[in-house]
């Protein structure tokens, strides 16, 4: 979704322009700038935005190793993605994909050190927020390797560029929606509107979806010891 028809939805919604007309840029450069300080307030919620960006790196033809980590100061120098939806590798004008799997498939791999073109791999989160890709073998040299990277909405792409209204983003689940709704609502102030009970309602279930499909429960884990007592009491109470 380009940046701008997001902006002129917002609008919409808050009947300052009609679906058919196109804001003005000057109304794009503010609403952008709002939308960065919507995502910079969501950041201290703990509510990450994402979009989905194709990271690519072509390997070295000296120094290759089964292992590439993505984020700051790494061999693929950029923001530390979030998470990695997918990925393939491009060799000339063929590309091949390639499977996630699990630390214990991968480890259960003996011979990791040929050449060839990787079928598998295993993703690792890093103390210092990068990610590291590890494959199931060493990539041929000069392969170019696509990362479908769920990245940190920060108003500045992978190569640090700063995005511009006319800029296309893949965001995440519902994340688009969430935007503009919240960014309607913070705009009604600046173009002199009064904002809806609908508009706020909306606003507040498109949040809650995204934090609902976000949200990952933890697993609780008992001790093996406290099961053995509990099973040994439960089996001295029916005895007596």
């Known amino acids: 979704m380009l940046i701008s028809k997001t902006i002129d939805d917002a609008l919409v919604e808050i009947g300052v322009k009609n679906p058919i007309e196109e804001a003005t840029p000057q109304d794009h450069e503010f609403g952008l700038r709002t939308l960065n300080r ?3 307030l969501f950041n201290t919620q703990n509510l990450l935005i994402t979009y989905l ?14 292992c590439i980590t993505i984020g700051h100061g790494m061999q693929i120098d ?7 939806e997918d990925l393939f590798w491009r ?10 799997m699990s630390y214990d498939q991968w480890c259960g791999i003996a011979e990791k050190s040929s050449e060839s073109i990787p079928g598998a791999y295993y993703i690792q989160k ?29 108003g500045k792409n992978s190569k640090g560029n700063e995005y511009l209204p006319t800029d296309d ?19 009604c102030d600046s173009y002199s509107v009064s904002p809806s009970e609908s508009l706020f309602l909306k606003m507040q279930m498109a949040e809650d979806a995204v934090k609902s499909y976000n949200y990952q429960p933890s697993t609780l884990k ?19």
């Open 38 to 40: 919507i995502v910079d």
């Open 53 to 66: 960006e194709d990271i690519t790196y072509k390997m070295p033809t000296n120094g290759w190793t089964n």
């Open 78 to 84: 950029t923001v530390a993605p979030a998470d990695i």
């Open 91 to 100: 060799e000339s004008k063929t590309d091949h994909s390639s499977i996630a």
């Open 126 to 154: 890093m103390d210092n927020n990068s990610i590291k890709i590890c494959f199931d073998c060493i990539p041929v040299r000069g392969l170019e390797l696509h990362v479908m990277a769920k990245m940190p909405w920060t």
């Open 169 to 187: 983003i893949k965001w995440g689940f519902g994340i688009e929606k969430l935007l503009m709704n919240k960014l309607a609502f913070e705009l």
């Open 222 to 240: 008992s001790d093996p010891t406290l099961n053995r007592y509990k099973i040994s009491t439960r089996f001295n109470r029916a005895r007596y």
